[in-house]
C-alpha cells in the first residue's frame, strides 16, 4: 500500500475536515525549494512550508551543525540548567532585535510563545499589585490554537465550540491611513470602561487572514496609546520575522517598539520546532523578586533544546549573509515587476506586497475551504507548485533560496490560474 492509503487508517491531520478532504500528498523528500512526491512528482514549495523552510529545505549550513551538536549535548533541563548554543543564540539575537529587547524565553511553537506573551502581560500588572484583566486584539488576527491565543484571535469561524471560555478581549480594527482617529477614540472608549492589561497585534501583516496588511504609522500610533497607558505590547511575530518583510522584523519598521515579541515559524529554518518570547528590562523587573511567586511559573519540557537552538542560530547567521540580503532584495524586486503586469488582468482585484510577501485578491466570490479554493490548489499542485490559496487571496511567501527560474514558475501558474477561475 502506499503512503498516502496507510496515513487514512490512524492519522488526524491539524486543519482538516477528513470527511471532506480525504486525500493527502505524501512527501519522501525535501531539498531547497523543492518538494518530491511518492509518485516522483516535484513541487516548487512557495510558501515555505508554512513560512518556516526560508533557507531552503535541508539546508547544509544548518543540518551540518545540528548534527554536529548530536553527537555534544542533545537535550537538557533548562530549569537550573545552562548551555552553549542557548546563551550563544541569546547573544546573536539580542543584536537584531529590536533595541529595548533585553530577555529571551523559550518554548516550542508559536501558539505557546503567545501564550507566555499574555501570560507576562497579565502577571507584569499583578506583580505590580493592579488588577487589569482586559485584552485589546485587531480583528481577523490570528495567534494560534491554545486558549489564550484563540481567545485574541479573532477568526473565529474555528473557535466558536470555545469561545465561552475565552479571555476577555476587546477588538479594534487594523489601521488603513484613514482611521487613526476613531481607533483612538474607541481605544479611548475601551480603557475608560475596563482595566486593559495588554494589546497582542501582528505588526503590518496578518497572515492568517490572507496577508492582510496595514498601516504603519496607524499601528505606531495605537502603540503610544498604549505605553502612555500603561498597556504592555505584544508584538506577534511569529509569521513576520527573520527578514520575510525585508526587515529582520516588522517592528523595525515602526517607531514605537514592542515590550513583547512572539517569535517561532522561521527561527530555526524549519528544521526543528523552537518558539521565543522576548522581552524588555521593564517586563523582566516586575518578574525579579525575593518573593518566590512573582516568578514567571512557565516551562516545557523542550525549553531551549539544544539542538533546535543550535539550529537557530546557523538559520541567523544564514538571515545575516549578503547572499541571503541580497536574495531578498531579488526577490522584493521580481515581485514588484509580477505585480505591476498582473494588477490589471480581469480576475485580479489588488495586490499587496511587503518584503518577499505577495498577496493577490481574485475578484471573485470563494470561501476559505470551498469548491474553488480546492480547484485552484489542485490546479497549482498538478502544475509543479505548492500554493495554499486563503479565501479569494494567492499569496507567495516562497524560501530567500528560490531561483529565478523556479520564482519565474510560480508567477506562470498564478497567470494560467486566473484563466479557470
Ligand atoms: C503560525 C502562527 C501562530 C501559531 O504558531 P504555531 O507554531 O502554529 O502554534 C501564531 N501567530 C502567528 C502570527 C502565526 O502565523
Redesign the pocket.
Known amino acids: 500500500m502506499n503512503l498516502k492509503d496507510r496515513d487514512k487508517k490512524h492519522l488526524w491531520h491539524p486543519l482538516t475536515q477528513h470527511k471532506l478532504h480525504p486525500e493527502t500528498i505524501a512527501i519522501t523528500k525535501a531539498n531547497g525549494c523543492e518538494l518530491t512526491d511518492e509518485d516522483g512528482n516535484v513541487y516548487i514549495d512557495a510558501i515555505a512550508s ?2 518556516t523552510c526560508m533557507y531552503g529545505h535541508c539546508n547544509k549550513h544548518i543540518t551540518s551543525r545540528v548534527s554536529e551538536q548530536m553527537q555534544q549535548l542533545d537535550q537538557l533541563v533548562f530549569s537550573g540548567f545552562t548551555h552553549e548554543p542557548a546563551i550563544k543564540l541569546s547573544e546573536a539575537l539580542i543584536k537584531i532585535l529590536p533595541e529595548n529587547q533585553n530577555k529571551i524565553f523559550f518554548s516550542d ?4 510563545s ?1 501564550e507566555i506573551g499574555i501570560k507576562m502581560a497579565l502577571q507584569y500588572h499583578f506583580n505590580n499589585g493592579e488588577k487589569r484583566r482586559t485584552l485589546i486584539a485587531f480583528e481577523d488576527g ?4 491554545t486558549f489564550g ?1 484563540m481567545s485574541v484571535s479573532g477568526l473565529s469561524i474555528y473557535n466558536s465550540p470555545f469561545e465561552e471560555f475565552f479571555l476577555d478581549v476587546k477588538r479594534i480594527p487594523t489601521p488603513n491611513g484613514e482611521n487613526h482617529e476613531a481607533i483612538l477614540n474607541t481605544l479611548k472608549a475601551i480603557t475608560k470602561n475596563n482595566n486593559v492589561a495588554g494589546f497582542v497585534y ?1 505588526p503590518l501583516v496578518q ?2 487572514a490572507a496577508m492582510k496588511m496595514h498601516d504603519a504609522e496607524g499601528l505606531n500610533s495605537i502603540l503610544k496609546f498604549c505605553k502612555n497607558n500603561n498597556i504592555i505590547t505584544v508584538a ?1 511575530e ?2 513576520t520575522g527573520f527578514g520575510k518583510t525585508g526587515r529582520h522584523f516588522a517592528s523595525d519598521y515602526i517607531e514605537t517598539k514592542p515590550d513583547i515579541i ?1 517569535l ?2 522561521a527561527l530555526t529554518g524549519g528544521l526543528l520546532p523552537m ?1 521565543l518570547t522576548t522581552c524588555s528590562k521593564q517586563i523582566y523587573d516586575a518578574f525579579y523578586s525575593d518573593d518566590l511567586s512573582k516568578g514567571l511559573f512557565h516551562g516545557h519540557t523542550y525549553s531551549a533544546n539544544p539542538l533546535a537552538c543550535t539550529a537557530a542560530l546557523a538559520s541567523l547567521e544564514l538571515l545575516q549573509s549578503d547572499a541571503i540580503q541580497n536574495n531578498i532584495k531579488k526577490i522584493t524586486k521580481q515581485h514588484k515587476a509580477f505585480g505591476e503586469r498582473v494588477k490589471t488582468r480581469p480576475k485580479v482585484k489588488s495586490i499587496r506586497q511587503i518584503g518577499i510577501i505577495f498577496a493577490l485578491d481574485l475578484d471573485v466570490k470563494m470561501e476559505r475551504y470551498g469548491n474553488l479554493r480546492d480547484k485552484l490548489f489542485k490546479f497549482f499542485m498538478k502544475n509543479g507548485v505548492f500554493l495554499r490559496p486563503l479565501g479569494n487571496t494567492i499569496y507567495i511567501q516562497a524560501p530567500y533560496v528560490i531561483t529565478k527560474k523556479q520564482l519565474h514558475k510560480v508567477y506562470q501558474v498564478i497567470e494560467d490560474a486566473l484563466e479557470i477561475v
Request: hydrophobic fraction near 35%; charged fraction near 20%.
Open positions: 508554512w513560512y511553537n508559536g501558539s505557546t503567545v490570528f495567534h494560534g490554537d491565543a501582528e497572515g492568517a506577534d511569529v509569521m512572539c517561532s515559524k518558539a
